[in-house]
């Protein structure tokens, strides 16, 4: 059987979580950036929505799941000009519902612990916790990126990435830039 997902419509404000489960119940839907009010801070403007489809059902070990997924597109601020950068993101989840952190930590690893004891939930909760997970921790234009590179060379300053990067440069600072000034000759 087909089935089409419809993501003209807001997400669901609630779901009767008593139901959701025993009913397969299955939400899909989007929700502005500006309803979202704790990734609005990690935000350089709050312009567009994401899209979200969430699914509840029992699993065989009787577990209360919720798998979803998410697409975004959001602008955040690049870390070297400070100027806003877009970043697309899509992440797949797979939660468990459980009541106390007791069950969370009983969790098999694949699945992350959603706590809630309520009796509705909240999709534009889930939608939103996911989304921050998922944002990437720095973000830079693709050019901003290939200069801080070219500050880490010279002038020692930047992002260190790992001790095995910090060493391979400074075993052969000058290779790398002669790369990078090929590069720039190029355009
Ligand atoms: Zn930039």
């Not at 029992?58 to 597109?73: C, K, P, S, V």
């Not at 400070?82 to 989840?93: A, K, M, N, T, Y």
């Not at 468990?96 to 509705?120: H, R």
């Not at 996911?130 to 002038?155: N, R, Y």
């Amino acid at each position: 059987m087909a089935e089409t997902l419809d993501f003209a419509s807001p997400l669901l404000p609630f779901v009767d979580a008593r139901k959701a489960f025993r009913h397969e119940q299955k939400v899909a839907g989007y929700l502005p950036l500006t309803s979202l009010k704790n990734l609005s801070a990690m935000l350089a403007d709050t312009d567009g929505t994401v899209e979200a489809v969430l699914s509840f059902r029992f699993d065989q070990d009787r577990r209360r799941r919720i798998d979803g997924e998410l697409w975004a597109t959001v602008n955040v601020q690049c870390q070297r000009c400070l100027e806003p950068v877009q970043i697309s993101l899509g992440e797949r989840f797979e939660l468990a519902v459980v009541s106390t952190e007791a069950m969370a930590k009983e969790l098999p690893a694949a699945l992350d612990p959603w706590l809630s004891d309520e009796e509705t939930l909240s999709p534009a909760d889930i939608v939103e916790e996911q989304l921050i997970l998922c944002m990437p921790i720095v973000s830079t234009h693709t050019q901003c990126d290939a200069a801080i590179v070219q500050d880490v060379l010279e002038k020692g300053v930047g992002i260190e990435h790992s001790d095995q990067a910090e060493e391979k440069q400074a075993s052969n600072p000058f290779s790398v830039l002669a790369t990078l000034k090929n590069r720039s000759d190029k355009h």
